[in-house]
């Protein structure tokens, strides 16, 4: 007999207890909440990407390249990650030198490395957890961009934006490559005190576009 | 460059005795666990009575898969197969490390960086694999001091945390060049300095090692996706820039489907570093092309874990998802450390997981149902709701109808060696109404013994009488 054979047998002796007409598949009840609304939304997410010591700016839509072009200045970014399908009013006001990335062509892990930092959009953004979610669409590309540079400058729009987590979830696709993100990246484990930058990008910049007035 | 083994430690009544005998150690550990304890009052509380529900929807989500876990199993089979994954399915710890060291040896590679996982460690998949020629690098901060140190791990989330900063620089200043960059000549306990220099010796490892190895939180049947919550990014590094990934995962760690994270990703972050969410979560389903490993293999283990499902009492202690909350919030557990309890799983999970997975063959594990006041703390933190004193006491009826009085014995002893002290009855007396008859009546009546195995209380800023008198002086006045 297989392991798989083996364990499988195993599992279900274990489980002689459990009566045969009981369903393995059934509506799951939900009781809980979907979101605990602490105010409105984009004042939430700031507040909570603040609090993971991310840098954010409200800005509007037809600001978004001017005040990326301005983030970057500010860090001396001269060499920026690029994914594919991010608008391009966004990224070509920086006047910093442009590194297309693609699955097609993708850049090394040293370019990545070398490279100051990653310019992407995102695809959900939850409020009350402060939570950024990549999902490899249009301007997010490839896992590792948004990973090995040190600066990750992230454009957040309000339609993006969810209260809650069962809401993000629903709105998500498992079957793409999903990083979440809540603040850059951090350990606690050194007396259980939270340091912010260990190996993944140590400044996490937000540009959080707000509809036109 | 060994690894640290718990084989052959002593009983955990003995191994206590030892370890309240360490003020460092305490001091470590009161410190950390009360650090972690307030900030998961405060993030629980911010979602009000929804907590309650969050916590019974996560206990049901895993009790019903667990009695259906052949299907959930063949399910997750069959979606990560679809996916373009591997799945293999391992017996045993033996055979686990078979299987990983074989696909390890396929790609050609002699060196691998690891995901903090504590299903390889419960393997002692490193030690496997040194046998083979293969390094194992650990990258989580605290699992790289522990390797660095040849020392164990002591708690499931921070299995560093019996250490201070101080002792973690000397680690660092000793041991970090043997094993690839060294630390900084001028390196402070600062953990900014710290997590500095981890960065620093681990970087040009994840840009250049091809094959990884990971465990998960969680694996979604339904859509066949692996789920690793991490704070460091050093998971995303082993996830994504390898070309090779294998997840070593206990069968226990299936949900039913995508939507039941909705649950567990509020539950788990919350429960364990006290955090609305952690940095980073990968979630992966398969492979991904031209983005991520290009080749993934998942070990389904047992190892165990279908004996602890056939116990229909114990069977509860398979929903655990490993957030740590029951080992910071016991008084045992501050007072001893995670040493004392000779597993992996230390703690209040580890002293009805361990017995149960290994079968209570030893005179380490048959004391593990002894090592707790039975106070119960460590089930109200639960965030899925294991009856964790309703085990202990069901495995101590086990032990005892082996007609092993070695419980018995150790369970005083052990009692002795934790509460051997007026400092520790009265902390002791407030959390642990059920253990009050095991709290020995004579006290050793010196202050210097009992300040052998307690620390001084904080002094409190304004004594009584102070207080007392101001606020006579407040009414005087008038106000």
């Not at chain 1, 459990?18 to 979907?34: I, K, M, S, Y």
């Not at chain 1, 993000?168 to 850059?184: E, K, N, Y």
């Not at chain 2, 299903?119 to 989580?140: C, K, P, R, S, V």
Request: with cysteine; charged share 25%; aromatic share 4%.
């Amino acid at each position: 007999m297989s392991s798989r054979e083996a364990i499988l047998a195993r599992v279900r002796a274990a489980l002689s207890d459990v009566p045969a007409d009981e369903p393995a598949r059934r509506e799951r009840e939900r009781t809980h909440l979907d979101s605990h609304a602490a105010g409105p939304t984009l004042d939430v997410l700031e507040n909570r990407l603040v609090d993971y010591r991310a840098l954010v700016h409200r800005v509007t839509a037809d600001r978004v390249g001017a005040e990326a072009a301005a983030a970057l200045a500010r860090r001396g970014a001269r060499r920026v990650v690029v994914p594919p399908g991010l608008p391009a009013e966004w990224a070509e006001p920086a006047g910093a030198e442009l590194l297309a990335d693609s699955r097609r062509a993708p850049l090394s892990v040293r370019d990545l490395d070398a490279a100051d930092g990653v310019l992407t959009a995102c695809a959900v953004a939850v409020a009350e957890t402060g939570t950024i979610i990549l999902d490899g669409g249009p301007g997010q590309g490839r896992r590792a961009l948004s990973l090995v540079p040190d600066y990750h400058l992230c454009v957040v729009r309000a339609d993006q934006v969810v209260d809650g987590v069962p809401q993000a979830v629903r709105l998500l696709d498992p079957a793409r490559p999903l990083t979440w993100i809540s603040g850059p990246s951090a350990t606690s484990d050194i007396e259980l005190n939270r340091v912010e930058g260990v190996h993944g990008p140590r400044t996490l910049e937000v540009l959080l576009v707000e509809p036109a007035p | 460059m060994s690894s640290a083994t718990f084989l052959g430690m002593p009983p955990f009544p003995e191994a206590a005795r030892t370890a309240v005998q360490d003020s460092r150690l305490r001091h470590n550990l009161r410190r950390a666990t009360h650090t972690i304890r307030d900030k998961r009052g405060l993030v629980v509380g911010e979602l009000g009575d929804d907590w309650a529900r969050l916590r019974a929807e996560g206990s049901e989500i895993k009790t019903h898969t667990l009695r259906h876990l052949d299907h959930y199993l063949e399910q997750l089979e069959e979606s990560v197969t679809r996916a373009g994954g591997h799945v293999h399915w391992a017996s045993d710890a033996a055979e686990a490390n078979r299987i990983v060291t074989g696909l390890v040896q396929a790609t050609g590679e002699t060196d691998v960086v690891k995901v903090k996982s504590m299903a390889t460690q419960e393997i002692e998949l490193n030690n496997a694999l040194e046998a083979a020629g293969i390094t194992a690098y650990e990258t989580d901060l605290a699992e790289l001091i522990v390797q660095l140190g040849e020392d164990l791990p002591s708690h499931i989330l921070v299995p560093a945390i019996h250490l201070g900063r101080s002792q973690i620089r000397e680690i660092f200043l000793d041991r970090m060049a043997e094993w690839g960059t060294p630390a900084p000549p001028g390196l402070t306990d600062d953990p900014r300095a710290l997590a500095e220099a981890a960065r620093a010796h681990l970087r040009e490892r994840f840009l250049r090692t091809r094959t990884a190895i990971s465990g998960a939180n969680f694996a979604v049947a339904d859509s066949g996706t692996l789920v690793v919550l991490e704070s460091e990014g050093n998971g995303r590094m082993c996830l994504t820039l390898p070309q090779t990934l294998i997840s070593v995962v206990g069968i226990e760690k299936i949900v039913p489907t995508w939507s039941d994270l909705e649950v567990f990703m509020q539950l788990l972050p919350r429960s364990s570093t006290g955090e609305r969410m952690n940095p980073y979560t990968s979630t992966w389903t398969g492979v991904t092309p031209g983005d991520g490993p290009q080749e993934f293999h998942l070990v389904l283990l047992d190892n165990g874990r279908t004996d602890v499902l056939a116990d229909t009492v114990g069977r509860q202690a398979l929903r655990c998802i490993r957030c740590s909350a029951c080992l910071n919030t016991c008084p045992v557990y501050e007072r001893t450390g995670g040493h004392s309890y000779g597993s992996v799983y230390p703690g209040p999970i580890g002293a009805i997981l361990t017995p149960q997975l290994r079968g209570m063959g030893s005179e380490v594990d048959e004391a593990l149902p002894y090592a707790s006041s039975l106070c119960g703390a460590c089930y109200e933190v639960c965030p899925v709701a294991i009856d964790i004193p309703e085990v202990l006491v069901h495995l101590r009826e086990e032990v005892t109808g082996r007609g092993g009085h070695a419980g018995e014995k150790a369970l005083m002893a052990g009692a002795e060696a934790v509460f051997s002290s007026p400092g520790a009855l009265g902390a002791v007396q407030r959390a642990a109404g059920a253990a009050r008859s095991l709290v020995p009546r004579h006290l050793p009546g010196t202050a210097g013994a009992w300040t052998d195995t307690r620390d001084v209380p904080d002094v409190p800023a304004e004594s009584f009488r102070r207080w007392w008198k101001g606020r006579d002086d407040e009414r005087e006045d008038g106000r």
